[in-house]
């Protein structure tokens, strides 16, 4: 009864703990760049784990999120604003190739590591 009410009372785009799980586990990566349905189950899919999401079967996967999912909702629903936040860009490389010399000093290095 309780959890009814909980989901009646949620704000709006704010889903279901079944369907911010479903949400996160079909979401292609990188996770930050996708659309979410609402910043909470972008956060809760973080704080779970997208590995352990990915790669746990739902019976066992399930509990868990909803836990970290639902108190992120009590947070929303107590008035704290969440955002998804985009990683910070790689910084840009060089693109410019090794010269001979540094090829072979690198194959070198290498072939000392093998053998």
């Known amino acids: 009864m309780l959890n009814a009410c909980r989901d009646v009372g949620m704000p709006a785009g704010l889903p279901s703990p079944h369907k911010a799980y479903q949400e996160v586990c079909n979401k292609p ?11 909470a189950v ?4 973080r704080e779970c784990g997208w590995y352990f999401l990915a ?6 996967a399930f509990a ?3 836990e970290i999912y639902k108190q992120y909702c009590e ?7 969440f955002t998804v936040e ?4 790689l910084p840009e490389t060089s693109m410019k190739p ?4 540094q090829a072979l000093a690198q194959l070198d290095d290498l072939k000392n590591l093998l053998s």
């Open 29 to 39: 990566s990188p996770k930050a760049e996708q659309q979410w349905s609402h910043p």
């Open 42 to 45: 972008y956060i809760a899919g």
């Open 55 to 60: 790669n746990t079967i739902e019976s066992k």
């Open 86 to 89: 985009k990683p910070a860009e």
């Open 64 to 66: 868990p999120f909803s």
């Open 75 to 81: 947070r929303v629903m107590a008035g704290e604003k």
């Open 98 to 101: 090794a010269t001979k010399k």
